[in-house]
């Protein structure tokens, strides 16, 4: 599948082009000290943290491995009034409306040097965000209710009808994605192309003390993943070994990046399988509940369309065994067909025939 975008989103100076910047280990995107520094989104392409793949690569003895990726975006601040062109307005909206799923980056630190803009409590930063969006979402709807109210053929519809549903959902200040909707009303929902449908998680930018008792973080709002944008981007100036040295110093097993980048794909209902051989390991990203002739797909369409079998080793036996050969000489080597069903830890060779 095409790369995976999550924007970055969230109100002026509560750390999201220093939490971008971390995540690209580099300083990429403009984290001055002052509202709308931002002003087109900045672009980063992210690697997913994967210990398996080296691992991959020295079994099969190859100088090329490819992780999978996934595209971040930092989107400009937004502010109460966005959605009326406020601040820079219906720009950032757009920005959003260009990306897979979003994660809201609300304020959890104390800094009296930091400029703040609308609310400075992590719920009313993200209330106010989500505001935002609903507004503009229920001017989408309306117009479209508007538009079709008249037209016999399409006031009749189960869209229309879903729509009508979305204006009451949207009026009461429920995000689209939380609806309880049918099979078929998730589907005419992608034609509507709400803000508030996209999946979304949420990182709180914690004081570096905080940091350190990060288990014992708690916040009224769900889903949310405790980082400390200022701690993640002075780690990426360390090497790896003085890396974990400062996780372990703070009690903490991974990166808050690592968790970020997790996250996104938990959000996306997204997963891994493996390509293992001499010229190249690789990661490839797929939806959850992939076949394997959609898996086949993510690598060339000629591979879906000519599919025959997938020939797969489980990640544990591959290791176990050294490689292709001895898992295949004990027998774990199995041929999967066109109904089978993707798993995380598969490594995988396609047959196909075009």
């Not at 719920?123 to 503009?136: H, N, P, Y």
Request: aromatic share 8%.
């Amino acid at each position: 599948m095409s790369n995976i975008s999550i924007g970055i989103v969230g109100l002026p100076n509560v750390g999201k082009s220093t939490l971008f910047n971390a995540l690209l280990g580099k300083r990429v995107a403009d984290a001055s000290n002052y509202p709308f520094c931002t002003i087109d989104p900045n672009v980063g392409v992210v690697e997913v943290p994967d210990s398996k793949l080296p691992i991959l690569g020295d079994i099969v003895k190859t100088q090329k491995i490819v992780p999978a990726i996934v595209e971040f975006v930092d989107i400009a601040g937004l502010v109460k009034g966005a959605s009326t062109g406020e601040g820079l307005g219906n720009k950032f909206l757009t920005n959003i409306r260009d990306c897979d799923a979003i994660m809201h980056v609300v304020r959890n630190f104390s800094d009296p040097n930091i400029i703040k803009e609308g609310s400075v409590d992590p719920q009313g930063d993200f209330e106010v965000i989500c505001t935002e969006l609903i507004i503009k979402d229920l001017d989408s709807v309306d117009k479209y209710l508007s538009l079709n109210k008249n037209n016999p053929k399409e006031n009749k519809s189960k869209k229309f009808a879903l729509g009508e549903k979305l204006k009451i959902s949207l009026e009461q200040g429920k995000l689209a994605i939380n609806l309880d909707l049918d099979d078929e009303e998730k589907v005419l929902l992608k034609e509507f192309f709400l803000l508030t449908a996209k999946p979304y998680f949420i990182v709180a930018n914690v004081d570096e003390d905080t940091y350190s008792s990060i288990s014992d973080f708690k916040t009224s709002l769900e889903n949310v993943i405790p980082v400390c944008a200022k701690t993640e981007f002075d780690l990426t100036e360390l090497d790896k070994t003085d890396q974990q040295n400062y996780l372990n110093e703070l009690g903490v097993k991974t990166s808050g990046l690592e968790r970020v980048i997790q996250k996104a794909y938990e959000t996306l209902g997204l997963q891994s399988y493996y390509t293992a051989g001499v010229k190249e390991v690789r990661a490839w990203t797929i939806r959850q509940g992939y076949t394997a002739p959609q898996a086949a797909g993510v690598i060339h369409t000629d591979f879906e369309r000519g599919f025959i079998m997938a020939e797969i080793v489980n990640y544990a036996d591959f290791v176990e065994n050294s490689g292709w050969d001895g898992a295949k000489t004990k027998g774990l080597l199995r041929h999967e067909g066109k109904t089978y069903i993707m798993h995380p830890d598969d490594i995988v060779e396609f047959r196909f025939n075009v």
